[in-house]
């Protein structure tokens, strides 16, 4: 199995010519054409398949385009899964991280509701200048602002339905594949041998239904609010309170976990879209026969107040996982640091923040800039009166602002990382080089060089302090805002306060949060050209899976619109596969890169009858390295001492020290006791020093190439690795 970025069959299996003997098109097994010849370092009389399932997430270009304008919501759903170990005792931090989840569809539906029915019809159709020589707006002048308001809150409601489309396409792609439908929905508590725990479709669809009814609340919601500007009517005032427990009741439905019952979601979910309907279809039918709605200069009623108190929970919401995370923090049971020093939860939950609130300050502010003709207005610089106000809310200048200085941090906490660490890393490389080659002559010493370089740069993944600090403090100035959002203090107004004037430090607080502003903007654009360049490039395409690769790997059980999980279509396969081929006679399981942790994932999947027959062995592994330390609660030292004993310890794992992603996964020093407390863990890992020679061989022109992560199934150690497992297997085979 490849890992990340979608190798082809043919380069898994080294040969030209292949064939697809199971799957499809998305996801299948290969194996090299009948009469073509051998795979590359396949082992005598071991017959070599490749699973090709790249194409899940690199495969269809506009699934992949899509997928860049759901980063925040793939950040949400990956935050619970870098959990600590502690269980999540009554399940608070699942409710916790599925609410922040739901502030981010409020948060992307905000933005929608601000660009259309805030700064178009509110802010500009009604005055002249703005809407001149603009017939794609002068029309929505002819109508009363009500129906207005009412056809411009159409744009958020049909973003919400392409949502929906793109994860219940998603579903039917890539989930439920094998699931039972009798089966229960994962539970956050589960391991990964917990039976069905990749099946997350009826998860994903309950969630799908509250985040459309919550988007939906939110913009009936705004458009009661705005047509209480003249004051609100007792049929205004009942909608808007329908509207607001339309909002709390999907709110509360957050807070609990899916149904286990089919019976009782479908009757939570039906009462939720008689609501959903009955509410929505009132609201606008109120709006479209409201016709007397006075204008008030600025921000749309109630809009920049509802923006505030957004910020505020998610505020909130961050510092009630934070401290949840803090008060649930262990030291694993074999002493490894988490990647993220146990606070990987808060801080992707934040990240996701952050990146939202980017996407949606870049849609507003780009809203802006193309209606108000070339002006930038702020408190200290109004638009001229004839063109209308087109200011964005606070919290949008805050979001920018702040965007611009956690630029700014990450850059010097990266730079600062690579500079701090270097001496310490090239020492360690050094070491590993003076062990490896101590009779080099003098000669190769570039060569050296070259080596020890390579392994010092290896290790810079694990070097995250200042990159941590960094997190710390792009988090506090966030949260800092909410304070001065709540009293509607924007960047150039506390400047202006504090300087005691409008001109001088106003005025330069106004340039950096303009700065601020396009840099944000040119993010998303960026973004936005990527996932241009993804539809027109299968390389682009690839680049941008990687990402996602690693992102989606998890199934969705904080947010719906995140992309779909891959393995839920992926783990399901494989264990069907391999338990076919196991009836047939002994399996070895060859997992590189991220596919070793689908390799892990589908035999902790395996009925336990097969195990027998079955062998694993890992190359380039990222599994203690990296997502141990991520995922401690999923994928830690006791998942993979549970591995190893269902295999009886068939297992192998090949590494490099030039390789930046795998790595050992049971090294322990003299002396120490065995990690899982079995002694055949020492035999799990076999080093392979890379490069093999430093010094040029007679019969070769050049030395040796520096392998590192890819390849390791073409080296002696590989194929004497699989000949050693099919050996034990066979010698299980004749001892019962």
Known sequence: ?????????????????????????????????????????????????????????????????????LLPFMLGNVAIWLRPTAPDRFGLLGALCRLLAGSLTVAFTLAVVGATMNLVGWQCVPYVECRADRSYLSWLAALPMGPRLAVLALVPLALLRLFWAIGARSARAFEGF?????????????????????????????????????????????????????????????????????????????????????????????????????????????????????????QLPGYEGTITGLVAVQGVLLIMIGVLTVTRRRTPPDGARPVL????????????????????????????????????????????PALGPLEPPVAYWWAALAGLIALLIVTVAAAITLLASRRARRARAQRVVDEDYPDAPTAVAPRLGVVRDI????????????????????????????????????????AARISGEHDGKAVLAAYVTDAGIWITSLLVIGL???????????????????????????????????????????????????????????????????????????????????????SLLTHGCPLRRIYARLYPAYLGQQTLCELGDRLDWRWRNLWRDTDPIGGPLFGRHRDAPFPCGNEATDTVDLRLRDPRAVTIDPADTVPPPI??????????????????????????????
């Open 178 to 298: 094998g699931a039972s439908t009798r089966q229960q929905p994962m539970q956050m508590t589960d391991k990964l041998s917990a039976p069905g725990f990749w099946d997350d479709e009826r998860v994903a669809s309950w969630l799908r239904h509250i985040h459309v009814g919550l988007g939906a609340g939110t913009v009936d919601v705004g458009l009661l609010l705005a047509l209480s500007a003249g004051g609100q009517s007792p049929v205004g005032s009942l909608l808007l309170d329908a509207a607001l427990g339309l909002v709390a009741f999907c709110v509360a439905l957050l807070c609990l976990p899916a149904p286990k019952g089919h019976g009782r979601d479908r009757s939570f979910l039906r009462l939720l879209w008689v609501i959903v309907v009955v509410v929505t279809v009132l609201s606008f039918g109120y709006a479209a026969f409201t016709y007397e709605v006075p204008v008030v200069a600025g």
């Open 528 to 614: 936005l050209i990527l996932g241009f360049r993804a539809y027109r490039s299968p390389e682009t395409r690839r680049l941008v899976a990687v990402l996602w690769d690693l992102g989606t790997f998890w199934p969705r059980t904080v947010h719906p619109f995140a992309p779909p999980c891959y393995a839920a279509r992926a783990v399901p396969e494989l264990a069907k596969r391999v338990s076919a081929l196991a009836e047939q006679g002994p399996v070895v399981i060859s997992g590189h890169s991220h596919g070793s942790a689908l390799a892990a994932a589908t035999i902790l999947q395996l009925p336990p009858a097969l195990l027998p027959q079955v």
């Open 1 to 69: 199995m490849h890992g990340v970025s979608g190798a082809s069959a043919e380069k898994i299996l080294g040969n030209p010519l292949t064939v697809r003997v199971a799957g499809d098109r998305h996801a299948g097994f290969y194996r090299v054409r009948p009469g073509a010849g051998d795979p590359g370092g396949a082992s005598a009389g071991v017959v070599v398949e490749a699973y090709r399932w790249g194409a899940l997430t690199a495969g269809a270009a506009v699934r992949t385009a899509s997928m860049l304008l």
């Open 707 to 736: 392998e590192r992560h890819w390849p390791y199934n073409t080296q002696p150690q590989y194929q004497a690795a699989v000949r050693e497992l099919l050996d034990r297997q066979a010698a299980h085979d004749d001892d019962h």
């Open 341 to 384: 020093r146990g606070f990987g939860t808060p801080l992707v939950a934040a990240m996701s923040v952050s990146v939202a609130s980017a996407f949606t300050a870049a849609l507003v502010f780009r809203v802006a800039d193309q209606l108000d003709r070339g002006h930038i207005p702020d408190p200290i610089r109004p638009n001229p």
């Open 455 to 494: 392994i010092a740069r290896s290790h810079i993944a694990e070097e995250f302090g200042p990159v941590l600090i960094a997190f710390f403090v792009i988090s506090s100035v966030g949260l800092a805002t909410v304070v001065l959002d709540l009293v509607g203090i924007g960047p150039t107004q506390l």
